[in-house]
C-alpha cells in the first residue's frame, strides 16, 4: 500500500506518532480515528444516511424513535412521575430518535414539564445539527461532553442507540507466552501495521469461553464502556429513574475479533483509512449488564431489537401510521418494520438492555 495517494491525514499523523513513540492500542487507535479533534471520523464526515457510511435505527424510521418515546414515558410513569429529572441521550446523532421521541412524549405535558433534556456529545459539528433537529421540539437541549456532567441531583432517564459501539476497546491476542495485547505499529515499508504489545491479561480476567481458547484468538475488553455503564448504574440505583441500552452485540463474553472499519455502507480494512471510515466493536452485553449491576441497579434483557419493538407495540404503531394512507405509503412502512425488526436486518443483530432501580419491571422486558 505504500505510495497510496489517498491516505489521509491523520494515517500520517499516527505513522509519525508511532515512529517517535512506538506502537499503540487498539484503543488508542479507535479513540484517534473516531474523535481526534482535527481528523476524527466524528468531528468531520457525515455518517448518516444514504450519502453517509451507514444508516442507524432511528434514520430508517420515525417509528423507532417513537417507540423509545412512548417507554421513557411509561417508564417515568411507572417510577412514580418524579417532579424533575434529567432525560438524557448518549451519542445522538443527527437528533433523530429524540426529535421523534418528544413528539410522542408532548402527549403527556407533566413528563415534559419535568424534564431537563442533555444531549452527551462530543462533536461540535453533530451538536449543531441535533440542536437543528430538535429546534421546533418542545425541549431545549443543553450539551455535554460525558455523562459524568450531568448534576447528579434528579432521577435520571437515558437512551443510547449505537453509542457503546464507538467507544475504544482493547483487543488481546493469545500467544505461545499468553495474552497480550494487541498493538498497532509499522512494518518494513513504514505502513501501519497489527502487532502484539506486553501481556495484558491473566487467567483471572478471562470468562470461562476464553479459558480453552487457542493461540491467536482475540478476546476484547471494553473498560470505558464499563465505565460508563457503571456511572450511570450508580445514578440510577441512588436517585432513579432508567436507561435504555441498544446496539450490536453480543449475549456472552466469547473470544473474536469484532473491529470492523465501515466506509460508504461497505465494510472496508480496519487500517485502511483513519478518520475516514466508521470503525466500530460489537457491545460484550455480559460485560455492560455485570457494569450495571455492581452498582445496585438491576437490568433487564438483553432481549434482541425485534422482540424488543414487537413487545412494545410495533406493529399497531405501524398500522395506525399506514391507516388510509396510500399502498406505497404502506409498503414502505412494511419494509422499515421489516428491517427495524426482521431477524436477517437489524432485529436480531440489535440486542436492548433495559436498567431500572431496583423496584422497577418495565415492559416489554417484564412479560
Ligand atoms: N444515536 C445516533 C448516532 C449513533 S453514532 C443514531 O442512532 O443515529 C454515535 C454517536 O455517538 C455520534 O453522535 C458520535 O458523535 C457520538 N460519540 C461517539 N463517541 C463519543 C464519546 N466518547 N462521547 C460522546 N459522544 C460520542
Known sequence: MSGRKSETRLAQRLKRRIATDGPISVADFMSACLSDPQDGYYMTAEPFGAGGDFVT????????????????????????????????????????????????????????????????????????????????????????????????????????????????????????????????????????????????????????????????????????????????????????????????GYARSTPGDTLQALYRHEFDPVLARPGDADLTAHVNFEALGHAFRTTGAKISGPMTQGEFLIGLGLLERAGQLGSGKPAEVQERIRADVERLAGPDAMGTLFKVLGVTKADLAPPPFDT
Open 57 to 248: 435505527a432511528p434514520e430508517v424510521s420515525q417509528l423507532f424513535g417513537e417507540m423509545i418515546g412512548g417507554w421513557l414515558v411509561h417508564v417515568w410513569h411507572m417510577a412514580g412521575r418524579p417532579a424533575r429529572f434529567h432525560l438524557v441521550e448518549l451519542g445522538p446523532g443527527r437528533g433523530t430518535l429524540m426529535a421523534d421521541a418528544l413528539r410522542v412524549a408532548k402527549l403527556d405535558s407533566a413528563f415534559l414539564g419535568a424534564a431537563r433534556l442533555t444531549l452527551v456529545e462530543t462533536s461540535p459539528r453533530l451538536r449543531e445539527k441535533q440542536a437543528e433537529t430538535l429546534a421546533n421540539s418542545p425541549l431545549k437541549p443543553e450539551f455535554a461532553a460525558n455523562p459524568g456532567e450531568i448534576p447528579d441531583d434528579a432521577p435520571l432517564f437515558l437512551v443510547a442507540n449505537e453509542f457503546f459501539d464507538a467507544l475504544p476497546i482493547h483487543q488481546h491476542v493469545l500467544t505461545e507466552g499468553g495474552w497480550r495485547e494487541r498493538m498497532i505499529g509499522l512494518d518494513d515499508a513504514g505502513e501501519l501495521c497489527f502487532g502484539i504489545g506486553p501481556a495484558s491479561l491473566s487467567e483471572d480476567d478471562l470468562p470461562p469461553t476464553a479459558r480453552k481458547a487457542a493461540p491467536g484468538a482475540v478476546l476484547e475488553t471494553q473498560p470505558l464502556a464499563n465505565a460508563i455503564a457503571a456511572s450511570i448504574g450508580t445514578r440510577i440505583a441512588m436517585r432513579g429513574g432508567a436507561a435504555l441500552v441498544i446496539d450490536y
